[in-house]
C-alpha cells in the first residue's frame, strides 16, 4: 500500500497516511515521546490535513520506538518555553488547542498504545475514541508529584470515562496502573500481546473505515455533545448530521447492499 507522508512542523511528529488510515507518531523515542511545544503544535496541523482529505476515513495516533506510547510533557524545555507568565501562557494554549483538536476531530481515532501512557499521554490517549493497548502498558497521572493543577474539563473527561471513584483514585495515588488495572477501569477499551498490537489495530481500523462516513460522524458528534455541560449541547446539530445520513447516497447503498447480500461501498455522501 503506497504511504503520502503529511508535512508537520517537526520531525518530533510524524503523520502520513496508508489507504484510509491518518497515521499520527510521537517521534521523539529518547525522551519516550514526551511531547514538546513544537510537537503539541504540530498535531492540529495534521489533523486539518487529515480531516480535508475525503480518503481519510479514520487516524490512530502512536508512539515511536517500543518504550512509549506517551510518557508526558517534555519538562526538558519548560525553564525556556515557561519562563515567564506570557510564556506559560503560549505554551498552555498550544496544548490546550491540541487536546481540542482531537477531541473535535469529526472523524473516528484510535490511540494505539504500547510502553509508557503518562500524564499528557493519558490525556492524549483520552481524547481519542478508543483505545488499543498493549500488555507492556502502563497508565499514570503524576501530577501530585510536580504539584501540577488539571483543569475541569480534563478530569471530567476521565470521570465520563473511568468514573468519579477510579479517577479519584488515579489522581491522589499519582502511581502506575498496570494494563489489567486500566482495562478494569475502562480506561482502555481493548488489550492484546505486544506482538500483536499494531496488526489487531489495524484490522479493527479496517473494520471502522468500511462503515458509513456520515452514520459515524453523526455518531461521534453526540459523544462529543455529550461531554459537554447541557446548557451548551448542540443538539439541533446532532439531529441534522442524523437527517443528513437518512438523506445521503450511502443510506441507499446500504439498503441495496443489505437485499442483495454484498459488501456495502460507501462514498460518504
Known amino acids: 500500500m503506497d504511504t503520502v507522508t503529511v508535512q508537520t512542523t517537526t520531525d518530533k511528529l510524524l503523520a502520513h497516511k496508508e489507504g484510509a488510515i491518518g497515521w499520527i507518531t510521537f517521534n521523539n523515542p529518547a525522551r519516550h515521546n514526551a511531547v514538546s ?9 495534521a489533523l486539518d490535513a487529515f480531516e480535508q482529505d475525503p480518503d481519510i476515513r479514520l487516524v490512530i495516533l502512536k508512539g515511536a520506538g517500543e518504550k512509549a506510547f506517551v510518557s508526558g510533557a517534555d519538562i526538558s524545555e519548560f525553564k525556556e518555553k515557561r519562563a515567564s507568565k506570557e510564556a506559560a501562557e503560549a505554551y498552555n494554549a498550544a496544548g490546550e488547542a491540541c487536546h481540542r483538536a482531537l477531541q473535535e ?25 478508543i483505545r488499543i493497548a498493549a500488555e507492556d502498558s502502563v497508565y499514570a497521572i503524576p501530577a501530585g508529584r510536580l504539584g501540577l493543577g488539571y483543569r475541569y474539563e480534563g478530569i471530567r473527561r476521565l470521570i465520563d470515562l473511568v468514573g468519579p471513584s477510579f479517577a ?18 475502562s480506561l482502555i477499551n481493548r488489550l492484546v500481546p505486544v506482538a500483536e498490537l499494531e ?3 489495524r484490522g479493527y481500523a479496517g473494520m471502522i473505515a468500511d462503515n458509513a462516513p456520515l452514520t459515524l460522524a453523526a455518531v461521534k458528534r ?15 446539530r ?11 447516497r450511502d443510506y441507499e447503498e446500504g439498503r441495496s ?6 459488501r456495502p461501498v460507501f462514498k460518504g455522501r
Open 37 to 45: 511545544m513544537s510537537m503539541w503544535e504540530s498535531v492540529p496541523r
Open 105 to 129: 476531530f469529526p472523524k473516528p481515532t484510535i490511540a494505539m498504545i504500547r510502553g509508557y501512557c503518562i500524564g499528557g499521554g493519558c490525556a492524549v490517549a483520552i481524547d481519542c475514541d
Open 168 to 185: 479519584a483514585e488515579i489522581f491522589f495515588t499519582a502511581r502506575k496502573f498496570n494494563a489489567q488495572e486500566a482495562l478494569a477501569m
Open 199 to 201: 496488526s489487531y489495530t
Open 222 to 236: 453526540s459523544v462529543l455533545e455529550r461531554h459537554k455541560d447541557p446548557s451548551v449541547r448542540d443538539l439541533k
Open 238 to 248: 446532532c439531529n441534522d448530521m442524523v437527517d443528513a445520513c437518512f438523506a445521503s
Open 257 to 262: 447492499a443489505f437485499m442483495e447480500k454484498r
